[in-house]
T-cell receptor, first 114, second 113 residues
Framework: KAGVTQTPRYLIKTRGQQVTLSCSPI?????VSWYQQTPGQGLQFLFEYFSETQRNKGNFPGRFSGRQFSNSRSEMNVSTLELGDSALYLC?????????????FGPGTRLTVT | DQQVKQNSPSLSVQEGRISILNCDYTNSMFDYFLWYKKYPAEGPTFLIS?????DKNEDGRFTVFLNKSAKHLSLHIVPSQPGDSAVYFC????????????FGKGTKLTVNP
């Protein structure tokens, strides 16, 4: 069974640009969550999607947005990139919401903003 | 406001000995606590969890203890093996069925042969 796939794995962008990251959950999983990992703040929750609906959102500015498609794949978008957006962005999937011990994480997308 | 705290950024133990990783929390609304293990260049891997209604959960070499009155949990690894060397994250879920996890900043465990 294939794991959670995130593309691209590495990305370098310039301040002010926008970026789209993609996450393909494990086959059959319908819930997708996104996290940002930075050395100073650790892992911080961004969003949670289930059945194409955003169920929860973390404390991030409106520049961070996401969506989920009917096949459960998810994308997150960051507009007007800032240097502080440099981080590892992790996606996690689970069958349905409410069972956190069944969340499986992808390897992450390393975003560097210059 | 950091709701989940791992106060030790690093821990070094000898192979075969016990590793104890600690975590403190402030939010009484957490209903599940989890430990994740993370190797470089990989995503976190679920290790073990405990419901807030329990005080101990065991899975092989890994045991998690929860002290609700002290708002403290710990992960015991016995015996420690070099392959256990990784960053360990404590995480907590707010009651309500959400997938949102609040993570600590991690403790880097090094097990020396």
């Amino acid at each position: 069974k294939a794991g959670v796939t995130q593309t691209p794995r590495y990305l370098i962008k310039t301040r002010g640009q926008q970026v789209t990251l993609s996450c393909s959950p494990i086959s059959g999983h319908r819930s997708v969550s996104w996290y940002q990992q930075t050395p100073g703040q650790g892992l911080q929750f961004l969003f949670e999607y289930f059945s194409e609906t955003q169920r929860n959102k973390g404390n991030f500015p409106g520049r961070f947005s996401g969506r989920q498609f009917s096949n459960s794949r998810s994308e997150m978008n960051v507009s007007t990139l800032e240097l502080g957006d440099s981080a590892l962005y992790l996606c996690a999937s689970s069958l349905v919401p409410g069972y956190p011990y069944e969340q499986y994480f992808g390897p992450g997308t390393r975003l560097t903003v210059t | 406001d950091q709701q989940v705290k791992q106060n030790s950024p690093s821990l070094s133990v000898q192979e075969g000995r016990i590793s104890i990783l600690n975590c403190d929390y402030t939010n009484s609304m957490f209903d599940y606590f989890l430990w994740y293990k993370k190797y470089p260049a990989e995503g976190p891997t679920f290790l073990i969890s405990i419901s807030s209604i329990k005080d101990k959960n065991e899975d092989g070499r890994f045991t998690v203890f929860l002290n609700k009155s002290a708002k403290h949990l710990s992960l015991h690894i016995v015996p420690s093996q070099p392959g256990d060397s990784a960053v360990y994250f404590c995480a907590a879920r707010v009651a309500g069925g959400s997938e949102k996890l609040v993570f600590g900043k991690g403790t880097k465990l090094t097990v020396n042969p």
